[in-house]
C-alpha cells in the first residue's frame, strides 16, 4: 500500500469551550486498491503523529469473492512496531524471524521491526477459496530512539489475553497500556495507549488522559461538546482531562495515544528519527540485503 494517500483537514469550528478540547477532526481519502478499500488518517501534512503512532490504515470491509483476497508480498520494514488488529476475517502473517500466525477478529499481532524485518500478509487456502470478508486496522508505533535498532520480534495475543473493562456502562478493550484501572498485556516501548469501545446510542464514555489522544469513529456516529464525529473521522483532542463523546447511533471506537516521542522520518515503509538512515535501509533493500521469508521467498515488492 502507498504512504500517498491524501487527507483532509476540517477546522473545529464549535463554540470557543469546545475548541479548547478539539483540536481537530481529521477525515481520510479513500482509495480502492482493486476491490481492497483503505482509508488513511496517518501520517498527514496537517498531523504527523498522535503519541508515538504515526500511521494508521482502516481496511475495509471488503468483500472477496472466492479465489480473491489479500494477497501482500513480503516487504521491509525499520524503526516501528506494527500493530494488526482485525474486525472481520483472518490474514496469515510470516515474517523474515519465520514466524507464521493467523491473526483472527479480536487478536493483536505487533511486529517490531526494529533495525530490519520482512513480512507477507496473505490467506490462508481455506480463506481465499470462498467468499469472506476482511475488516481491520493497521497501525505503526515510531519506536523511541535508544530503541529503533532494537533486534526484531514478533508477538501475537489472542483475543481472551486483550482485557475488558466496564466504563460508564461501556464495554472497553485495552489494547495496549494502561487506563481505567487495567494493563494490557502488550508489549509497549513508550507510553502508548491503544484502546476499542463499543457505544450504545446516547451512551458517553469519558475518556482517558493522555499527553496527546484522538478517536477514530470505525462505524456509527459521535459527537464531543458541540463538535461532530462522523463515521471515519479522525478527531484530535487536547489533554484538556475530563473529556467525554457521547454516541448518536451505536458506535466502534478506537482511541490511540500516549506520550510523543520526537519527529520522525517516513519513507515508504520505512521510519527512522534520521534521514540517512531510510537512505541504508532502501539501498539495502536494492541490493538484496534484508532477510528473506521462509516459505515465502519467491517474490517480494520492489523499493517504489
Sequence with gaps: MSNTLETTEQPCTASPAPCAAIETVLQPRERDLGGFSVRRVLPTAQRRMVGPWIFFDHMGPARFPAGEGINVRPHPHIGIATVTYLFEGEILHRDSLGSLQAIRP??????????????SERERPEISAREHTQHGLQLWLALPEADEETDPAFHHYPEQTIPTVTVDEVPVRVMMGSTYGVQSPVRVFSETLYLEARLQPGQTLTLPDADERAVYVVSGELRAQDTAMPTHSMTIFSDQ???????????????VGGAPVGERHIEWNFVSSRR??????KRDWQDGRFPKVPGDDHEFIPLP
Design 241 to 255: 482531562p475530563g473529556i467525554a463523546v457521547t454516541a448518536t447511533t451505536a458506535t466502534t471506537i478506537a482511541l
Design 276 to 281: 540517512e538512515r531510510i537512505e541504508t535501509a
Design 106 to 119: 479480536g487478536d493483536l499481532n505487533l511486529m517490531v521491526a526494529g533495525r530490519g524485518i520482512v513480512h
